[in-house]
């Protein structure tokens, strides 16, 4: 199946209180690993962890966002290095191998009113 074909299956939105999750965790992660906001490094962490997060949650395995939310920083950037290491963004796919701690599959999230 071609990345095309695969965008073109599956909902091409997040809804905004996804988009939230992801921004405050992206903030979170960058930091806590002692990154000053405003700065170039800052900028490229917060990028790199909300694409990671957005196109893994929409295209390839969904995630428990408000769990992770509500998480240790830790335990968020481990999700995030697994993602960084092993996610293929061309084909949106993570190894059958790789299990993420806030895949949702795993987790109960109160339902969105």
Known sequence: MTTQNLQQAEPAYISYQDSEYIRQIAFDVADKSGLHRGTPGHKRSTDLARTLLTECHRLCRPLALATMRRAPVAEMKADLTLLRQHLDIGTC???ANISLRFEARFWT???KQ
């Open 93 to 95: 796919t993570l190894p």
């Open 109 to 111: 999230e109160p339902r």
